[in-house]
């Protein structure tokens, strides 16, 4: 699997991830070097809406994780309803029904967690708005493993709850408003 990425982006979201998510997602360029992974808290009777929502947006590809997919560049991948997302070694991408975690399925510290261990010190976290704490600890887990976490400024945020509980957990965390993140990912990750 020496083709598999060896850098990936995380992002988790809720109140107010589209219109945050739309800022971001569109900036980037359909070669990207790195896929691009994204937890957003939906009601679990609600099919997944974002993946075509953000393809008629964005240069990048975009769809909905399939269990046991491997993470791809250039490609968005968001979680379905109601199943958690994990990377397993190797960048392959994992769904589960394991119980909610901060009530959310899918749980953005799930994610970040397992992508941590994955990708180590080639991970970069991004916790945008949202009204609850999901994304602390899995901040805190991309920190720990050497990566880089990127945490929407509270002050601008649509829900400041997510981004604050996040810098709390993970001090060193880069916080930034949300127009200057694309051109961080892609200053960070290099135009290949």
Known sequence: MNDAPERAIVIGASAGAIEALSVIL???PADFPAPILIVVHIPSDRSNFLSPLFAAKCQM??????????????????APSNYHLLVEEGGTLALSADEPVQHSRPSIDVLFES???AYGAGLVGVVLTGANEDGSSGA???????????VEDPA?????????AAIR???EA????????APFLLRELGRS
């Open 26 to 28: 569109p900036a980037l």
């Open 61 to 78: 590809s975009v769809r909905e994780v399939e269990d046991k997919e491997p993470a791809e560049r250039g490609i968005v991948y968001f």
């Open 115 to 117: 992508a941590a261990e």
């Open 140 to 150: 805190q887990a991309i920190a720990s493993a050497h990566g880089t976490v990127i």
């Open 156 to 164: 601008g945020a649509y829900a400041e709850t997510m981004p604050r």
């Open 169 to 171: 957990k993970c001090p």
């Open 174 to 181: 880069h916080v930034m408003a949300l127009d200057a993140i």
